[in-house]
């Protein structure tokens, strides 16, 4: 399984489909708050997971309930209920997808499609279930259930493993020791400018606001971009950081996040002045 899965991180030739598809999904999803919407943006966690608990009940349920008797009204309500559910999760999917690098959009059309096969086959269950033919109806169900595990299955081995949709500055400060540490001058921080500066190797971006500094880590948490090398920019009002690589836009005050398709907040580390020198600890 192990080799499989490396094959298909590495697997060059779905890149040209991958490609043509990522181009429609920009096309059909043209506005910035479109694509916040299905970030999660608003919720400040990503959309997809949470959409996806809707059809995997329902599915599971619905399989449990066709090895009982006297189960099928409930049995096929499910279906219908996981299959209608499936297409807001597959809409969300598809636009975290398309923000991907590419060795995990190999894995992630992939696990699209076996998602899809499993949508498919639910879709024909509950059609033959409405028909009255219950036992091809358990049938289809069952098959679907097994490609949706599936593509489960990879739908873990992308975050787990590739770091798809996980936060991936948050890691970095396992690197930060205990207690205040010295990061500069006061005085010597310029006002409404980006910099960087390193912590135990841990590069964090500061911004100095008057008497107000804001410390966060400086890789996005969407993809690890150099928030230091970022656009410092104004939303609503707010001063915020546009990260260079997939525009994820958060707050230089808080790090919450604005745009996506980072759906979760920057981290932000507490300040203090001593003597001058600006200090920083992990929360």
């Not at 033919?133 to 259930?145: C, D, F, K, Y």
């Not at 912590?199 to 606001?209: F, G, Q, S």
């Amino acid at each position: 399984m192990r080799a499989v899965l490396t094959r298909l991180e590495q697997a060059n030739q779905l890149d040209r489909v991958g490609d043509q598809i990522q181009r429609g999904i920009w096309s059909a999803l043209p506005r910035r708050w479109m694509r916040d919407l299905l970030h999660g943006v608003w919720l400040g966690h990503p959309l997809h997971p949470v959409l996806v608990q809707v059809p995997v009940g329902a599915w599971t349920a619905s399989a449990i309930l066709d090895l009982l008797p006297g189960q099928r009204r409930a049995a096929t309500t499910l279906v219908a209920v996981g299959t209608i559910g499936a297409v807001p999760a597959a809409i969300a999917g598809w636009n975290d997808w398309a923000s991907l690098s590419q060795a995990q959009r190999r894995v992630g059309l992939v696990h699209a499609i076996a998602n899809g096969i499993g949508v498919a086959l639910y879709g024909a269950s509950l059609g033959t279930r409405l028909s009255g033919m219950h036992g091809i109806g358990r049938i289809l169900g069952w098959a679907g259930l097994s490609a949706a595990s599936g593509g489960a299955f990879l739908g873990g081995h992308l975050a787990y493993k590739m770091g798809a949709g996980v936060n991936q500055a948050v890691p970095e400060l396992h690197r930060l020791d205990e207690g205040w540490h010295p990061v500069a001058d006061l005085g010597a921080l310029p006002e409404a400018s980006l910099v960087t500066r390193k912590v135990n190797d841990v590069p964090v971006l500061i911004y100095r606001d008057g008497d107000r500094v804001t410390a966060m880590l400086e890789h996005c948490g969407h993809q690890g971009g150099p928030l230091g090398e970022g656009d410092v920019t104004k939303v609503d009002g707010l001063v915020c950081v546009v990260c260079p690589w997939h525009g994820s836009t958060f707050r230089l005050d808080n790090g919450e996040v604005v745009h996506g398709p980072s759906a979760t907040d920057q981290q932000t580390l507490p300040t203090r002045v001593m003597g001058g020198v600006l200090e920083i600890r992990l929360p």
